[in-house]
């Protein structure tokens, strides 16, 4: 009885799926099987992009500001920070940078432009997204926006805006509207 206790032998665990593994075999499933009903991704809700905005009166103030060709701005807060909204009469400011702003067309009416490579840098900020829809719902001489958001990232249509900097460059051409600057007239 003065036998020394010895351990007990190890069980032998079975090898698991590496991550890498199950991805692979998901993968597969998925080819030749197709999705069962609990692996169904969930519908994405569909929001209404850029109401909060719409109804807002400093938002009005702003639309109503871009069209006559003066100055506005207000603050926005999103998770903890303040950005600046801003116009001055010709463009639409973001935290300072430029993300739509308007070029004479004739004496009535003016084109929007899109500034693609600022609304990519900030398409991860909830207020820049309301924003950028928000104004071209705000200008329904522009018809129906084609301006969407899904998967954190801006379509245009069918692509997404970043896509199109590379070829077209970063200036993306909306629309026109109306304006109500006031046009000197040339003395006699």
Do not use: C, W
Request: glycine share 6%.
């Amino acid at each position: 009885m003065n036998a020394s206790p010895e351990k007990a032998p190890k069980k032998v665990k079975e090898k698991r799926q590496t991550p890498e593994e199950r991805q692979e075999a998901l993968r597969y499933n998925h080819m030749m099987y197709g999705p069962t009903a609990g692996e169904l991704r969930p519908v994405a809700k569909k929001t209404n992009l850029g109401i909060a905005y719409l109804k807002h009166p400093k938002f009005q103030s702003l639309i109503t500001a871009f069209r006559k060709g003066t100055v506005f701005q207000f603050d926005v807060t999103d998770k903890g920070k303040v950005f600046t909204i801003s116009t001055d009469g010709s463009q639409i400011s973001f935290d300072g940078k430029t993300i739509y702003y308007s070029r004479p067309l004739n004496k009535h009416e003016e084109n929007l432009l899109l500034d693609r490579a600022a609304a990519v840098q900030y398409q991860g900020i909830d207020a820049l997204v309301h924003l950028a829809v928000a104004v071209l719902r705000a200008l329904p001489e522009l018809g129906s926006p084609q301006l969407s958001y899904m998967d954190q990232q801006f379509y245009y249509g069918i692509e997404t805006l970043e896509s199109g900097i590379a070829d077209q460059g970063p200036n993306l051409l909306i629309g026109s509207f109306k304006h109500s600057k006031v046009v000197e007239k040339a003395r006699k």
